[in-house]
Structures are given as structure tokens and as C-alpha cells.
């Protein structure tokens, strides 16, 4: 009897224990599971990896993946799947593509916790909530290699019309638009600068000078700072960078104006991880994250935040242009097409 009783209560003690462990790892499972955010953006990749710590620091069950590209591929990845959207929050794109893609209903309103502390330029202003919310701008810039250009006898540029002289034909490259939103906003910037007639006339005399066309913003610039080419027409943050890391660049604000886009994000309409979604709409507005964008980028969001960065052009806000993003949005495809037959043939093959 002592022992049928003892085994009784073995057996009794081991179910419990099992079912025990079972809630337990239940348990842990909940505990450890994390939402996957599927965030599509353009932002450059040496920065994604910082920007998911930080914010994963302070919304731990949250996994941001990434799918990251060049600007206009990463909006025609969005336009191609505009009838069932894979992305859960698009950050980091440029406002004008962004502009576009809420015309054609791809996001959902939404007023992120701290809204009202951003500039209002910086927010749409056509939807209650926005659409879009922008976070930082970024500003062309030409990356010149001082090294390079005393060697071939190039003088400093100090004007985008500088750049259609004779002396440097072979010497310039830039961005196609169609891949690059760098590339898009200087095209769209020299049309509201000088209107369409003489914005294409400029590329012309431009185009007779460029070597190549590069399916990226920031490959100009770099190709410029490693002595690859001459003169590179990028933006002032990946000029300000490889500068700061020794390259012999200078980082020339042509006098005319300047180009410039914001990066922002909008939540898209048919996510199923809206609640992540929002965390990280209420993230990026946040003090701490305008601190983070000011590291590198001189323009951001919240006002009185922004402090000099080391190596951007003075006074580069004050050449920004007056930019019509709902001019650019609704006017881009037609602007890339006539730009692609014009020029494209100079363009370097796209990487598969």
C-alpha cells in the first residue's frame, strides 16, 4: 500500500511539474515574442542600425526590419504593391514621394504623440490627422576633391550654372532621378528655379559635362571623396561625412539655391501591426530622436533643436529654395520620363 501510494504521488508531482513547465514556456514565449515592423525606407544604410537600437531601447517589443533602398526604387517598390501594401510604415522616404503615395491612398491619418511641438511646414497639411509627418531635410550640395581638381585644372565651382563650362566636361557626375530622390529634387529644383524652358536647357549644357549618372544620392559624393571623379552633385550630409573623415572635399552651396527634401513617414493603410506602427510614428518625433536626426543632418523637424554640424556650408538654410512638394508630387512622373529619354543613356547599369 506504502508503495502504490508512493508512486501515486510521484506520478501526481511529475504531471504538475510538466504542466508547470508548459505554462512556463507559455509564458516565456509571450514574454520573449516581439512585433516584426516591416519599415520601408530610404534613409542612408549607415545610419539604419543606430536608428533601430535606439529605438528598439525604449519600445523592446518591437523588431524593426528594414527593407532599404535608393528613393525612387524604394517608391516604385511602394507604387508596384499600391493595390496590396507589404510595408507597415514607410519612414524615411521624401515627402514629395510621399505626397504622391497619399494621393493615390496608400497611408492612414495619424497625429503622433507631440505633434504640435514640429514645424507645421513640416507636417501635411492637407489631411486632419496627417498623412505624413516629416522628420529632417536633407540639401544638395556639390562635393568637390580638392586633390583632383588642382590636378586637372578645375577651379571651385561656386554655381550650378558654373557647371555647364567647358573645363569640366567629363569631370561631373550625379544622380538619375528616377532611382535617387537626391537626383529628383535637384531636377525639380532647377525647374522652379528657372522655370521649364530654362531648367532643361540647363541640363543640357550640364549633361555634356557629366561622365556618368549613378543610381544613388550619395555615391556621387563618394566616388568624389575617394578621387573616382572630380565632382560629385550630392547632398551636404554625405558631403559634411566623408569630409569629416579626411576626404579633401570641399562642399560647395551653389549661389543660386539649393534643392532640398524631407524625409518623413506615414503609416500605411492595411498594416496589421498598427499599434508598433504608432510607437514608432511617436518615436520619431520625439526630442530625443530630433537630437539624433541633428547629429548628421543640420535641418530637422522640432524648432530650436538643430546646432551646427561640423562641415556643412554656412548659411546652407538660407539657399534652401521654396519648394512646392505638391507641384513636384504631381508633376514627377512626367518630369522623370523626360528626363530618362534625354539623358538616361549615361546612366550606369542598375546593380541586380
Request: a positive charge.
Amino acid at each position: 500500500m506504502r508503495v502504490r501510494e508512493l508512486c501515486q504521488k510521484s506520478a501526481l508531482f511529475v504531471a504538475a511539474a510538466a504542466v508547470g513547465l508548459f505554462a512556463l514556456g507559455l509564458g516565456g514565449g509571450a514574454a520573449l515574442a516581439k512585433t516584426q515592423l516591416l519599415v520601408y525606407t530610404a534613409i542612408e544604410a549607415d545610419e539604419l542600425a543606430m536608428f533601430k537600437r535606439e529605438f528598439e531601447k525604449d519600445y523592446p517589443d518591437v523588431n524593426v526590419k528594414w527593407v532599404r533602398d535608393s528613393t525612387g526604387i524604394v517608391t516604385a517598390k511602394l507604387l508596384a504593391e499600391k493595390n496590396n501594401p507589404k510595408a507597415d510604415i514607410v519612414w524615411g522616404l521624401a515627402a514629395t514621394s510621399l505626397v504622391m503615395l497619399a494621393n493615390e491612398g496608400y497611408f492612414q491619418g495619424y497625429a503622433p504623440k507631440g505633434l504640435d511641438k514640429l514645424d507645421p511646414a513640416y507636417v501635411d497639411s492637407q489631411n486632419n490627422p496627417p498623412l505624413w509627418v516629416g522628420q529632417r531635410a536633407w540639401i544638395a550640395s556639390v562635393c568637390y576633391n580638392t586633390v583632383e581638381g588642382k590636378k586637372k585644372g578645375l577651379p571651385l565651382p561656386t554655381s550650378w550654372q558654373d557647371l555647364t563650362k567647358a573645363v569640366y566636361k567629363g569631370h561631373v557626375v550625379m544622380p538619375n532621378p528616377n532611382s535617387s530622390g537626391t537626383g529628383f529634387l535637384d531636377v525639380s529644383s532647377w525647374l522652379q528655379l528657372w522655370g521649364e524652358e530654362k531648367g532643361w536647357k540647363f541640363m543640357d549644357g550640364l549633361h555634356k559635362n557629366i561622365a556618368w549618372y549613378t543610381h544613388s544620392g550619395s555615391k556621387p559624393c563618394k566616388q568624389a571623396a575617394s578621387g573616382e571623379i572630380p565632382i560629385g552633385i550630392s547632398f551636404a550630409y554625405r558631403g559634411a561625412k566623408s569630409k569629416n573623415k579626411g576626404a579633401p572635399l570641399e562642399i560647395v552651396a551653389p549661389k543660386e539655391g539649393l534643392g532640398w527634401d524631407i524625409e518623413a513617414f506615414g503609416i500605411v493603410r492595411n498594416t496589421k501591426n498598427l499599434a508598433a506602427a504608432r510607437n514608432l510614428a511617436d518615436w520619431s518625433v520625439t526630442l530625443k530622436a530630433n537630437k539624433i536626426y541633428n547629429k548628421e543632418y543640420a535641418v530637422v523637424a522640432m524648432p530650436g533643436v538643430a546646432k551646427p554640424v561640423k562641415n556643412f556650408p554656412k548659411d546652407i538654410t538660407k539657399k534652401m529654395i521654396k519648394n512646392d512638394f505638391a507641384w513636384a508630387a504631381a508633376n514627377r512622373m512626367r518630369i522623370l520620363k523626360k528626363w530618362q529619354s534625354r539623358y538616361g543613356a549615361k546612366s550606369l547599369p542598375k546593380k541586380k
